[in-house]
């Protein structure tokens, strides 16, 4: 268990390092930093002192190579355009990017769980309609199309939600759905499909002959077999929504990571976006982590091997 | 309030009214209190977050906008665009290379520290740090090489030579207190500024909103409203509806398709202005095809630029033939081009290309309203003479880049002006001394050369409008329009936009 806790994180830092490769070369492929952080009539002199002046005259090599020694000591250097450590800029919206994200994946898990359990359980019945009309238009519609659709209905037509910003609670609702709305559908999906399987095991029909009430071959027989994949699904998915954020917190004026890293991509503002997907990173390895943890506490099988 | 007038007639009656009437006064005004409190404060909209408070560091439009309601400088320029005293409350030239201001004396900083010679001189030198270059440094280089202290009230701006717009280029540099700068570094200053301006800074939640305070003893008087916010809304239609819900009470950059929504609106209304910003389309005209000046008078000719404004622009646009914006200072008008597409073809055989050519067309997408829709319609146009546009549109860092290092023979673009005079447009557009790209003309360098030396505003009018001559026959672009800047508001706002896009809140007042 240790050892495998071990291994995973000794996996960060080479994941950090790999990825951060990958942007670095593509982020230096187009565009000009400098030409962008000048007035579009600064001179070639102009031009040549700036760059100079951030370090951008040195090879891409040198500069990479400079960048992970310092990143390994959580430096990432400073932005070039606000002139602060770009860890800073990233770091300040962190709260709001968990904010959103953690509420989103409240909402999924909380409807989509008991909507999957209750649509297998009830199969062809209302729910399990409700249940796929859900999916399908979760699945199908595009966060940004989802996020402007509810403004228009409950910013601008009814008057109930602001429609940009954070500090009222309130202003964390439609964010918080728009981006959770595609892992509560793909999540209910997943949950019927694979309560469906397991109600069809012949150990379901062994309980329910020894006298169990409903609800408890239900939730402890069916579900207890049944969350090995969805607990795999919801890591899969939780990831995705860090990526999720980006798009949600641009439509809805959010200030979190997302937004951040958006700007200062096109900014070509490099340390901001390589420390935000370094945070990014972490938070997804994390994440894979604690789901490969919650299997060793939901399967014995894995426990024993 | 009303039964508080009338005569107290039974006895405990009465008192108990006079007591619920004095309750409803007070709750009524509690109520207006909170209502007042609320109406002092207006918030603005607007695309992106500064990256800094500090004026060295972000020189965008919006970031300055934000600045110029927390700082002066030392001269301004008001909403009618008459250049008027600031921090200077004269100035005169004993040299023609040497200018002198006098300062206004007992202004303070926010915080209370006063402001005199020492500061100018420390907001000017600061920027040519060549350790730590800024990016307002452009804006100065060329015009201004140093600027000295004579004495605490007195400070003297050295130029490389005479120029006649040095004084509208100090508008675009806020004047900071050295020492207030010195005591707390670089870093916390530019995330909570100091400055002399209208409104005091009170705080900023990085990407959600900056909140400025008004300023009591402001110089000029304080301002009208209480409170000014600023909020940064990226997508443009939350931005709308922020406004529709009432959210916010100013957004720029509204779309010609929102503006009869908005006007519809009973709670909402337009404000708009001319821009100082001019769109075209331009050309290398030191290579073929373009070097012929008679294919560029065909693809001047071959553009309908009146359908563009009227049909893709939604009419908010004026026909401009001029290398200058009307709004700006010594533009002149030229007569336009007319569209006859039999005229251009025939200069188009007359130069050769009877059977016109392929040509590729670099543009921005989503930088200015309708880029991609307006280089769309241009290319449509420009076939019908058999001039084939392939577009290359690659989003706005790599199209800067790719613009700058002149790789593509034509490209849609706008250009905007900061001092509001000709002379910055001509700097832009025309490869001469200074920076411009894809056109140069020996006979108007020397004309630029000429105005750049002449005070007299009369003299310096007529040869600028030289130059608008000279460069309309040689026709380097095809001459577009200028832009019409709309603003969506609020009923209860009253305010004027300003062509130079800077949102200076001391000119907004409320109406409930």
Known sequence: ?305 | MKRDLQPCQFGRRASAARLASTAGAALIAAAVSVGSAQGQTVTLAQGVDPESLDPALDTLITSVGVMMNIYDSLVWRDADGNIVPGLAESWEFPEPDRMELTLRQGVTFHNGEPFNADDVVFSYQRLFDEDNPSPLLTSLRGFVDSVEKVDDYTVAVNMPGPRATVVPTLIRVPILPEETFAEIGPDAFGSAPVGTGPFEFVRWDKNQQIVLERNEDYWRGPAAIERFVVRPIPEDFSRFASLRNGEVDIIANVTAERVEEIKGDPGLKIGTVPSVRNMFVGMQTAEPPFDDVRVRRALNHAVDKQALIDVIMGGFGRQNASVCTQTLFGAAEMPLFDYDVDKARTLLSEAGYEDGFEIEMLGPVGRYTKDKELQEAIAGMLSEVGVRVTHVQPEWAEFIRLWVAEEYPMHLIGTGNQVVDCDQHLGYRIHGPRYGRYYQSDEVDALVEEQLREYDTEKRKQILADIQREVREDAPWIFLFDLVDIYGLTARIDWQPRPDEMVWAYDISVSE
Request: hydrophobic share 60%; charged share 15%.
């Open chain 1, 1 to 305: 268990m240790l050892r495998f806790l071990l291994i995973r994180l000794a996996q960060i830092p080479i994941v950090i390092a790999v990825v951060s490769l990958i942007v670095f070369v593509f982020l230096n492929a187009s565009g000009d930093p400098v030409q962008l952080l000048l007035p579009v009539e600064a001179s070639q002199e102009d031009i040549a002192q700036m760059r100079e002046a951030l370090g951008l005259d040195r090879p891409l090599l040198i500069r990479y190579w400079e960048f992970l020694v310092n990143a390994v000591r959580g430096d990432f250097g400073m932005s070039l355009r606000a002139r602060r450590p770009a860890i800073d800029i990233v770091l300040e919206a962190l709260p709001a990017t968990l904010e959103l994200a953690g509420a989103a994946l409240l909402i999924a898990t909380a409807i989509s769980l008991p909507l999957g359990i209750m649509a297998a359980v009830r199969r062809n019945g209302f729910i399990d309609a409700a249940a796929t009309v859900i999916s399908v238009l979760g699945q199908s519609m595009p966060v940004f199309w989802l996020g402007i659709i509810m403004i228009m209905v409950f910013s601008v037509q009814l008057g109930w939600l602001p429609a940009s910003g954070r500090g009222h609670w309130t202003a964390l609702i439609m964010p918080a759905v728009a981006l959770g709305w595609y892992m509560n559908a793909l999540m209910a999906r997943m949950t019927r499909a694979s309560m469906l399987e397991v109600l069809g095991q012949p150990y379901i029909r062994t309980a329910r002959a020894k006298g169990l009430p409903e609800h408890m071959v239900v939730l402890k027989h069916a579900f207890g077999n049944a969350r090995i994949p969805i607990v795999t699904i919801w890591g899969l998915q939780a990831g995705a929504m860090l990526t999720g954020t980006v798009i949600t917190e641009t439509v809805f004026s959010w200030p979190g990571i997302g937004r951040a890293s958006i700007y200062a991509l096109q900014g070509r503002d490099y340390p901001v976006v390589l420390a935000a997907i370094a945070v990014f990173t972490v938070m997804f390895l994390i994440i894979n982590l604690v789901v490969d943890l919650i299997y060793f506490l939901l399967d014995p099988r894995i426990r024993r091997s």
